[in-house]
């Protein structure tokens, strides 16, 4: 079994507690700060689907209801087929990964039109310790791809051994988004203002891109990206001031934006940005570190202006230690949950659900259910919901 360590990124000590926040601009305004509810009787449970070897992520292919893809960290994708997990491997690249604490095989995200392409993509440190992401190809058969199709996409230089982010994720627009931590060590003490403000680097950052090779190069950037044309400035970026986004995710039903950030020393933080305010030419959305660590300055030295704040944030007195972030439940089969996000911590048991809205959380309780050590939450086709644990099993929520 592969120890994780991203979820210790977050330093120092540890959150029962959770802390509803209004996002307020350049630090003026107010936070709303309530007491976590208790646990609701949510008429739901976890249903065991399997156990594998370090898993941190499960999702499903465009137009396959019959199977679950399972990603772990050593350099595997494991195929769920009709309920069935099958032996040989789906994809796997552990000659080629580093693997251990925060770094490994991360994620994988199917194309939009995968059942036509076969196309796919990977996010993993390589042997260097450095961040790829590759595209492969299915293989002459679903059950397995094809590993001599690798296609560099992306590459980034890693300058420290964690907050690599590693999502893959394709958005309600298809364009492929890409999660980037800071760099790692601690406070991002890369230059004068660290990585999360630097617009010259994709560290610390979301990335949307086209993923498909075009006109010669690996992939297009697209044209109503914040910052095309801008010079000095890396045109895939999305989205910047992040410290750890190891896990976000679109609202299948609005498009919003949700990430799920991992704190420093004292505060864990969830962001949200409505579909309706997402960026366009001209106009990002700057999460704040290392200037704000949640609503809490950080780094008094820099003051960034119009800064979007967490919705909801928790610190580390009574335990947590580090966000993973989840999914607003549009699973018809669970009423009780229908829009509001679930959500964990690695350091604490119970999953956490809360909903979302711009400017503020509200009902923030914990769920009911306990699963120690969640590495990641995922969806399927049909909205299901999963939670995935560092020590091998792989639930779904279904109805009690």
Known sequence: MVALGFLLTACGDTPAS????????????????????????????????????GPVYVTQAPGDRS??????????????????????????????????????????????????????????TDRDGDTRVVEFRRGATPDRANRGSARQVLFQDQPESNHNGGLLLFGPDDKLYIGFGDGGGGYDHHGPIGNGQNLRTWLGKLLRIDPRASGGRPYSVPADNPFVGRAGVRPEIWSWGLRNPWRFSFD?????????????????????????????????????????????????????????FPVLEYNHDDGGCSVTGGYVVRDPRLPALDGRYVYADYC???????????????????????????????????????????SGPVYRLDPR
Request: charged share 25%; no cysteine.
């Open 348 to 390: 604490q048991t119970p999953l956490r659900s809360a909903r979302l809205q711009v400017g503020r959380a509200t009902d923030a309780r914990p769920l009911g259910l306990d699963v120690p050590g969640v590495t990641s939450f995922g969806e399927d086709l049909a909205g299901r919901v999963y939670v995935v644990a560092q």
């Open 67 to 124: 199977r679950l893809f399972v990603v772990e960290q050593e350099g595997r994708i494991r195929v769920i087929r009709n309920g069935r997990t099958l032996k040989a491997p789906f994809l796997d690249l552990t000659d080629r990964v580093r693997s251990g604490g925060e770094q490994g095989l991360l994620s994988v995200a199917f194309a939009p039109d995968y059942q036509r392409s076969g196309r796919f993509y990977v996010d993993y």
């Open 18 to 53: 959770q802390t509803t926040t209004a996002a307020r601009e350049d630090g003026g305004g107010q936070t709303t700060s309530a007491q976590a509810a208790p646990a609701a009787r949510s008429g739901v449970r976890l249903t065991r689907i399997g156990s594998f070897d």
């Open 252 to 308: 299948r039903s609005t498009g919003d934006l949700t990430i799920g950030d991992v704190g420093q020393d004292r505060i864990e933080e969830v962001d949200f940005v409505s579909a309706g305010r997402a960026p366009g030419p001209g106009a990002g959305v700057n999460f704040g570190w290392r200037a704000w660590e949640g609503t809490s300055r950080n780094d008094r030295r820099q003051s960034p202006r119009g800064v979007v």
